[in-house]
């Protein structure tokens, strides 16, 4: 692949990254003139029934994360086909991984951990609101750009969240990456957006303790602790967390799925919560810990405890998995140097046997009493759990789309407490009305407890900012300040803003733009430069017009010449290169020859005669007159005495 030029559009570079269904190249959009990342199908993959699949989901991949327009997602470019090779564009995130944090920073302490998640949750968040889920949260697929900005990449095996699709992604196949896959996709391969809450939550114990919750020889092993082990506490490995730390990480990664949280935007509340605690430097908070703690399995009253100690129950579980390499490396990395490969398969069974009937003891005179108290507590435990389980509950009224003083009087008028100080912006929900509810609409809730309710802020807009006169990296930086993005700049000469910096900008400064956006510049040259043109020998009217159209000062003196006619350039300063807009030009402008009057010369000796007409600036040039008589007198002159001539020019003295 590399330096074909694919689609006619995208020239190919090294290799970032290959995994089980493509690889990641680097690569040069020559249309747009920006790198990009290309992820091509491996070849083979688009040929029969089966791989036929495979191709259709790599599609559904490009439109299913186009949907997603987040500052923590990677954002798709395009998709298509060149021959046999399918392919996808996305924003290049050059930097590392958080698979590189883990290996080198882990363990991570709360506050770093928690600010490194809270990203990936807010766009799981995104994801799940538009109907989405991701399925293969891990390090691998959060990228960390050299500025820091987290993004969460391959929403390759997203797919819409539907009454009619909540079965595997193809024909029974189960994918995923086994160290974080929730434990219903391994008994019944059944995802929603809490198997991505599960994922995260792994995540989180892997950024506090730098290690997975779940070790094994192989990938059965670990998808079977994951369906009958609870995740284990972080401070077992790292003590001092605080309770409540531990807390979400268990809420999270909660075995029953019912008892996480129902989608990205609850675990981000829970999030928020826990990471403002965190910030604050509080140890131990008793009320946080309770809102998060996964309630108390119920135990058996010890009378029934001892009477059932000779029941014997068997498990015997089984599941047949095909393996299939999705991870960025090739091959396995655990306990002995495996990690990131994915599970592929169907569960087949899952069948707890029970091995023996329970074979009660001899019953002494005190087992009619014994019987009857159990009966009572059967009855109290009865009533307690409808109480405490269902009936004391009543349901969150639906407040979406009303204003937050509509909501906050309908939810009070249900006989709960109305919280409406989260701001979220929203393309669809108008500024001041109810995005959502925690609890969502309809929701089991505790009288008197809280509704927290999102109010929109409005569609997410953002004014270019005035970048004029501000230098290139200058209005990079405040664009980036305003949440919009550099898009490229071009150069123009101009004679008020000084080259290098900013004449302009489009969209031009004020407009709203939404969120990353790109701005073009227009870049000063400085101003237009002007050749200068020789004048010399031609008319100083026309180089004086010249000089004006192009903004030049014009400086003027005059001199007599004999070789250039009057009113003509003598000489000009410059006399070639460039000048600008406002500089000074200065003509030496003819006044012709200067005209001298021959002086009387006529019968004075040859010396005297020479004399006179060189003071006066002539040249003298000597003949004999046609009656010379060797005297040394002068008889006339050429030109006359009294007439004009120019200095400098010649005077014949004729002798006698």
């Known amino acids: ?44 993959m688009g040929d029969g029934s089966t791989d036929d699949d495979f191709a259709q989901r790599f599609v559904r991949e490009a439109r ?16 298509g086909t060149d021959g046999h090779d399918v392919f996808l564009v996305m924003e290049f995130v050059p930097g590392h991984t958080l698979r590189d944090v883990v290996r080198s920073e882990a363990p991570l302490s709360p506050r770093r951990a928690l600010a490194l998640l809270e990203p990936v949750v807010s766009a799981l968040a995104a994801a799940h609101q538009a109907g989405l889920i991701h399925r293969d949260i891990k390090p691998e697929n959060v990228l960390i750009s050299e500025r820091g900005n987290v993004k969460v990449a391959d929403f390759g ?47 989180l114990y892997e950024l506090l303790t730098g290690q997975k919750p779940h070790q094994g020889e192989s990938p059965i092993q670990v998808a079977y602790k994951h369906v009958h082990e ?39 509340r829970q999030l928020h919560r826990v990471r403002n605690a965190v910030d604050a430097g509080v140890q ?48 396995w990395e655990g306990d002995d140097g495996w990690e990131g490969t994915a599970v592929v398969g169907t569960p087949t ?25 159990a009966l009572v507590l059967a009855l109290l435990l009865g009533i307690g759990a409808w109480w405490f389980g269902f009936a004391r509950y009543t349901t969150t009224p639906d407040v979406i789309n009303l204003t937050a003083g509509q909501a906050e009087a309908k939810v009070e008028a249900a006989g709960l407490d109305f919280d409406g100080s989260d701001r979220a912006y929203s393309e669809t929900v108008a500024a001041g009305r109810v995005i959502k509810t925690d609890p969502g609409s309809q929701e089991r809730i505790l009288p008197g407890a809280t509704v927290h309710a999102v109010i929109s802020r409005g569609k997410e807009r953002y004014a270019v900012p005035v970048l004029r006169g501000k230098t290139e990296d200058d209005a990079q930086q405040l664009l980036a ?20 910096q900013v004449v302009g900008s489009t969209p031009a400064a004020g407009e709203m733009l939404r969120r990353d956006t790109a701005v073009d510049l227009v870049i000063s040259k400085g101003p237009r430069p002007i050749d200068v043109v020789d004048w010399t020998g031609k008319s100083f009217r026309s180089a004086e017009r010249w000089a004006k159209s192009k903004k030049l000062k014009v400086e003027k003196t005059e001199a007599y010449s004999n070789d250039v006619d009057a009113g003509d350039v003598v000489s000009q300063d410059p006399a070639d290169g460039d000048l600008f807009k406002g500089d000074t030009i200065t003509f030496v402008v003819s006044k012709g020859p200067q005209m ?61």
């Open 64 to 79: 299913a994360a186009a949907r997603l327009s987040h500052p923590h997602v990677v954002s798709v470019f395009d998709q």
């Open 230 to 268: 609870d995740i284990p506490a972080p401070s077992e490995l790292v003590p001092g967390l605080p309770a409540y730390v531990d807390a979400l990480v268990a809420r999270a990664t909660a075995r029953d799925r019912g008892l996480r949280p129902a989608d990205g935007t609850v675990l981000l």
């Open 284 to 331: 131990d908070d008793p009320e946080l810990y309770a809102d998060l703690a996964l309630p108390a399995p119920v135990v058996a009253d010890d009378a029934f405890a001892a009477e059932a100690d000779d029941v014997e129950h068997t498990t015997e579980e089984s599941a047949d998995f095909e393996l299939y390499d999705q991870a960025s490396d090739e091959g």
């Open 596 to 656: 001298v009057t021959v002086p009387r010369v006529v019968a004075m000796g040859v010396q005297s005669a020479k004399k006179a007409l060189e003071d006066a600036g002539f040249k003298v040039r000597e003949k004999h007159s046609s009656v010379y008589l060797g005297l040394g007198y002068v008889t006339s002159v050429d030109p006359g005495e009294g007439e004009k001539a120019p200095r400098g020019s010649t005077v014949t003295i004729y002798l006698v």
């Open 1 to 44: 692949m590399i330096g074909r030029l694919l689609d006619g559009r995208y020239r190919i570079g090294a290799r970032v990254a290959r995994g089980g269904m493509a690889s990641v190249y680097e690569a040069t959009d020559v249309r747009l003139d920006r790198v990009v990342a290309v992820k091509v199908m491996h070849p083979g």
């Open 349 to 373: 069974r899952a069948t707890p046997v029970v091995a023996d009937a329970w074979q009660p003891p001899q019953r002494s005179r005190r087992g009619p009493v014994l019987l009857a108290v």
């Open 481 to 500: 300040d305003t949440h919009l993005t550099f898009g490229h700049s071009t150069q123009k000469y101009n004679d008020r803003i000084p080259e290098g």
């Open 157 to 203: 095996l997203a797919k819409a969240i539907s009454a009619d699709t909540q079965h595997t992604a193809t024909g029974g196949v189960l994918i995923g990456t086994v160290s974080y896959l929730a434990p219903e996709l391994v008994v019944d391969g059944r995802a929603d957006a809490r198997a991505d809450v599960y994922a995260a939550g792994v995540v």
